[in-house]
């Protein structure tokens, strides 16, 4: 038995050539995506690790979280006189001041930004490398004075820097110029960022604003003292003000910000490598189906010359074992490719990691084969269960069209039940106040729908296909009657290959809902709420030096600047209870920029110094008025009681302030000296031009490339640009599933053709030409992918439409149905059937008339 | 559609192999033959004898190896697979022994079918009188599943008359039916004869068949061995049963064309 099976496989292997080419598209999305994120994840270990000092101090501080130099551009310090108050400590081999910056610039003579893009960080480091330390001077000389940088390699080599070449930094307290005096090369991977090399002198001045402080002092323990052993010396000598970490600490809470980060990265992968999954496995399930019903002579003869019903049951899933096992084989392979690809893809971004040191654990490897064998065994199952279930004698006498005429009643009460069900959990979701319980609605009402318009989608192939393919007659005559009714012919099948389509093009359908309703959102709560000409602001929204507000209010047309600047902090209650939040301040003249909506007292009043201006539920909550003393407590661990001068309406004033407190400018740097702006509102003076007043701000700015000048069109063309690349993000991953989707269209038109041989023989005898053939195996495809449009439109807008209603409250309150994108996906659908069509429609018209007559 | 007593098909010196050198076998071995339009014609002989290899070379569904081959005036070894299509669908009808009907198709869209793919309109006249001639009058409207096989081979016979074809060729039409409705469906081939003038070439192995034709071509190796005007059944027996014993070894040689 098990070689007759061997057999069959090997018999039917161009037949299952297109469901193993799922199963291996499928695994390698899912080896791929594993590989790919755990080769970053390996990648920053090891970088963390060479980077962590034996023992580092920082100091304490529950408000600002680590890494924070986003908000404010300040970070917590430790003063130069805690070194020696440890370098005697007994264990210490040796102690170095750390002054680490990330958000700096460096840009060349010209003004243009050096730095890393996107995601990686610049960072500006003193130079005074430890006993292990992570770099090496390989060429050049260690930087001393005010202007001498040097530059890690990876960014010399990729900017083409040369020793001697004039530099520019600007840090937290503006520009100066530098010159690269040497490189200094990583030993481990460094996966893009820009390091940026001064003295310490310098890095402390230009960076932090001060001498004598450093963000940590590192410690290197002595010979045959553990890393625990000096952090339990230190930690009381210097005290509860300051955090004492282990490398091993110290490198593991720097992996837990990236791990969760991560994983959302993996888990978004992996959601659509389950996408894909699902499609392979409707695919499989399809090809199985056809094949059972193809074979079922063969399998009735089987069952006929004796093997039990077991053994048939068994030889189609050891055959489907077989096409899982040899497609996970080769889907690993090909995910070892894609994570390299991956890889390269990212380098264009900005995170640079290495091909050789390619992460290949062993559960990459279980999980592969586990989703090859699983899905496959699977999904031949029901066909399998079905083809031990034929009688030999009706198997041997062969129904002509199996599936045809089965009862469907069944399938029509239980699909609308389920479809009702969905559709209630939808309207349900985009109803409900409760976001949480909306959202768990919405993700079982869009499962259930799925679920629901697959089961029913045979009993829609009829009127579906009717209405999209109904003028096929009239254009195309006879060969587009036939072409609309092959696609009815089994309703089952079509929309079984359609349905595979339709996930794809759903998810298409209902996130371009989404996106376009969030950029007409936008626009809707600029125009309400910015009252700004132009908005100055750095493009990733970091802060920048404070020059760059001097400069917007020394150019000539400007009428009005007002400046911005976040830190974190937090509202203290009188019960000495915390909420984090972030502490806007603001010049005067907040009003005159941005429309805030207020209940009580007015913004100037709010934003004067020694004042706060509170959101209105904060104020109802905790009970406080105009004159109230409210409590704040700011980044730097200082508090300060200020008098509510003014309370906003919270849920009416977009723009995220919410229950943000807004202070002035002055008071905010009372008690976080240094903050920096991270935007500048402009209105230009009365009688000047916008655009002038906004090319001369470009100009004046030109040294700082970091910011930029933008008006409300622009803002709007920003944020929608941003959706755009991130809806296009989702395409991309969507477009495996879609390109398994295609395959299923080939595969069952491939089926198909093979089936009707005798039919096409026919045609060809009485006078059909190849070309009307292939037109007509080219039109059965174009009709099965519309109707799998048409399902996947239908059912996109609706999720789209419930996910819109849900998040209005969130502020996506504008709905845009992006009818571009529609009309785009029902041409892509079209183009997507007549390259489906393409193999089954050469292989038809190449058969030879008389075989084909007498195929059997 | 031709005129009566003027070749409607003719064969010169038509030779067809099957596979090469050594191992070739030959189907046909120099058949001459004229098909007269207007009469109905039966190609009989034993398996293996070469009758279908004759019959598709006729039609245009196979290409001979030597030789020359003419539908009315037009020689057809020179012709494409566009232009015997062509031929195929304006000039020839066709009726096989099993699935001649598409499954997806009523029996009105299956008669016109050929005039559909050429893009004419089948003269509805003509279609009537087909249509009731055959007796199909209530049945147009049904699928090929929903017909007795009697009747699909009868919705055959329509499609290859409606088209007003200059020859039919029919391949065993009555193989798979019951005697009542296969004497049915020759009844209706000798009418489309008589009655609408039409000219009709049959390939049958069995002499009731053969004896509803005007001429019968006695085929056996690859050649025309002998004809009969005029056949009764039994006239038709006698003369295979004759050549059954003449032909005897020979007649076992493995047959290319499969019936």
Redesign the interface.
């Given at each position: 038995m098990l070689k007759a099976t061997l057999r069959s496989f090997l018999a039917h292997k161009g037949r299952l050539a297109l469901s193993m080419l799922a199963v291996l598209l499928s695994v390698a999305f899912v080896a791929g995506t594993l590989m790919f994120t755990d080769t970053i994840g390996s990648t920053f270990d090891r970088l963390f690790r060479s980077t962590s000092a034996d023992v580092s101090i920082t100091a304490h501080n529950d408000v600002a979280g680590r890494n924070d130099q986003n908000f404010s551009g300040t970070v917590p310090t430790v003063p130069a006189s805690l070194i020696p108050q440890v370098a005697h400590i007994p264990g210490v081999a040796a102690v170095n001041g750390r002054v680490s910056m990330a958000g700096i610039v460096l840009t060349d003579a010209n003004n243009k930004s050096i730095g890393a893009i996107g995601g990686a960080p610049t960072i500006g480091i003193n130079w005074s490398p430890g006993p292990n330390s992570p770099v090496d001077l390989t060429s050049g000389t260690a930087p001393s004075g005010d202007g001498q940088v040097v530059v890690d390699s990876d960014t010399v080599s990729k900017h083409h820097l040369v020793l001697g070449q004039q530099l520019h930094v600007i840090g937290a307290t503006g520009g100066f110029p530098v010159r690269l005096t040497g490189i200094a090369t990583f030993n481990t991977t460094n996966p893009g960022a820009t390091l940026v090399f001064l003295d310490t002198g310098t890095a402390q001045r230009r960076l932090l604003g001060h001498e004598g402080v450093f963000t940590s002092v590192d410690l290197t323990a002595a010979k045959g003292v553990t890393n625990e052993q000096l952090r339990d010396r230190v930690a009381p000598v210097v005290g509860s003000a300051y955090d004492v970490k282990t490398a091993e600490q110290t490198a593991k809470d720097a992996a837990q910000t990236l791990g969760a980060f991560l994983s959302v990265i993996k888990d978004a992968l992996l959601g659509f490598a389950g996408i894909a999954v699902l499609v392979g496995v409707s695919l499989i399930l399809n090809t199985f189906s056809m094949l059972v019903a193809q074979r079922t002579r063969e399998l009735g003869l089987m069952r006929a010359l004796g093997a039990s019903r077991e053994q048939v049951n068994r030889s189609v899933l050891v055959e489907a074992a077989l096409l899982g096992l040899m497609g996970s084989t080769l889907g690993l392979f090909l995910g070892v490719g894609l994570a390299l690809g991956l890889i390269k893809l990212i380098a264009r971004g900005g995170m640079v990691l290495k091909g050789s040191q390619l992460a290949v654990h062993w559960p990459t490897i279980v999980a592969a084969y586990a989703v090859g064998i699983i899905v496959t065994t699977v999904s031949a199952y029901l066909p399998a269960r079905r083809a031990s279930r034929i009688s030999p004698m009706a198997a041997l006498r062969e129904a002509d069209t199996p599936g045809r005429g089965a009862p469907l009643r069944i399938r029509a009460v239980v699909g609308l039940v389920v479809l009702a069900v969905s559709a209630g959990l939808l309207v349900g979701a985009a109803t409900d106040k409760d976001l949480g319980q909306a959202g768990i609605l919405l993700g079982g009402g869009v499962l259930l729908s799925l679920v629901g318009l697959i089961i029913i989608g045979p009993l829609l192939a009829t009127p579906v296909i009717r209405l999209v393919g109904g003028w096929f007659p009239r254009v195309f005559g006879p060969v587009g009657t036939l072409s609309q009714r092959n696609a009815l012919r089994n309703p089952r099948r079509t929309s079984a290959t359609a349905s595979a389509l339709m996930i794809g093009l759903a998810l298409v359908a209902s996130l371009s809902v989404v996106g376009s309703s969030m950029a007409a959102s936008f626009d809707a709560q600029i125009d309400k709420t910015i009252g700004a000409d132009l908005i100055v602001q750095n493009s990733t929204g970091l802060p920048f030096p404070n020059e760059v507000g001097d400069t917007v209010q020394a150019t000539p047309g400007v009428g009005l600047a007002v400046r911005g600047q976040g830190t974190r902090g937090a509202l203290v209650a009188a019960d000495g209870t915390q909420q984090k939040t972030v502490v806007v301040g603001t010049s005067p003249g907040l009003d005159k920029v941005v429309r805030i909506e207020m209940r009580n007292g007015t913004v100037a009043a709010g934003t004067a110094p020694g004042h706060a201006m509170i959101g209105s539920n904060y104020a109802d909550a905790h009970g406080l008025h105009l004159g109230s003393p409210v409590t704040i407590l700011f980044q730097s661990g200082r508090a300060g009681t200020l008098t509510v001068g003014g309370i906003d309406v919270t849920d009416t004033n977009p723009g995220g302030l919410g229950d943000e407190p807004v202070v002035a400018s002055s008071t905010l740097r009372q008690y976080v000296p240094g903050a920096l702006d991270d935007i500048v509102f402009v209105n230009v003076a009365p009688g000047a031009d916008k655009e002038q007043v906004k090319s001369a701000l470009t100009t004046a700015l030109a040294k700082d490339p970091q910011v930029q000048v933008r008006d409300q069109t622009d803002y709007k063309k920003l944020v929608r640009g941003q959706i755009d690349l991130l809806l296009n993000l989702v395409y991309g991953l969507l477009a495996l599933a879609i390109i398994i989707a295609i395959l299923g269209v080939v595969n069952t038109l491939a089926l198909s053709v093979i089936e009707r041989t005798r039919e096409i023989g026919l045609l060809r005898a009485i006078g059909l030409g190849r070309a009307q053939l292939r037109r007509m195996v080219r039109l059965e495809a174009v009709v099965i992918a519309l109707f799998g449009a048409v399902l996947g439109l239908g059912l996109g807008l609706g999720w789209g439409l419930a996910a819109q209603r849900l998040l209005a409250a969130k502020g996506l309150q504008s709905l845009a149905i992006p009818w571009s994108t529609i009309i785009a996906v029902v041409i892509g659908a079209a183009v997507v059937g007549l390259l489906a069509a393409l193999g089954p429609a050469l292989r038809a018209s190449r058969l030879n008339v008389l075989d084909a007559i007498a195929h059997e | 559609m031709a005129a009566s007593g003027q070749p409607a098909a003719r064969a010169v010196g038509l030779c067809k192999a099957y596979g090469s050198g050594e191992t070739a076998v030959l189907a046909l071995d120099r058949v001459d033959v004229e098909i007269d339009g207007g009469r109905f014609t039966a190609i009989m002989g034993p398996s293996g004898s070469g009758k279908s290899t004759l019959m598709?070379c006729l039609a245009g569904?196979?290409k001979p190896t030597g030789g020359e081959v003419y539908v009315g005036d037009t020689e057809l070894s020179h012709l494409g697979?566009?232009a015997l299509?062509?031929l195929?669908?304006?000039r020839i009808?066709?009726v096989?022994q099993a699935?001649?009907l598409?499954?997806?198709?009523t029996a009105e869209?299956n008669i016109t079918?050929?005039g559909?793919?050429?893009?004419r309109r089948t003269d509805a006249a003509w279609l009537r009188q087909v249509v009731e001639t055959l007796n199909l009058g209530d049945r147009l409207r049904h699928r090929p599943?929903e017909l007795s096989g009697g009747q699909q081979q009868r919705v055959a016979v329509a499609?290859a008359l409606a088209a007003r074809p200059q020859l039919i060729f029919a391949d065993e039409p009555t193989g798979n039916l019951d005697s009542r409705s296969g004497a049915e469906v020759l009844g209706f081939l000798r009418r489309s004869v008589d009655e609408l003038g039409q000219t009709v070439v049959m390939v049958t192995h069995d002499p009731n068949a053969a004896s509803f034709a005007d001429l019968v071509l006695f085929l056996a190796d690859g050649r025309i061995v002998d004809r009969l005007e005029g056949p009764t059944a039994d006239a038709v027996l006698e003369r295979m049963r004759r050549f059954d014993v003449r032909g005897g070894s020979q007649v076992t040689l493995p047959a290319p064309d499969?019936d």
């Open positions: - | 598709h569904l196979d697979d566009r299509t062509r195929r669908r304006d009808g066709f096989f699935f001649n598409l499954p997806t198709l869209e079918l050929p559909d793919i050429a893009g599943h499609r499969a």
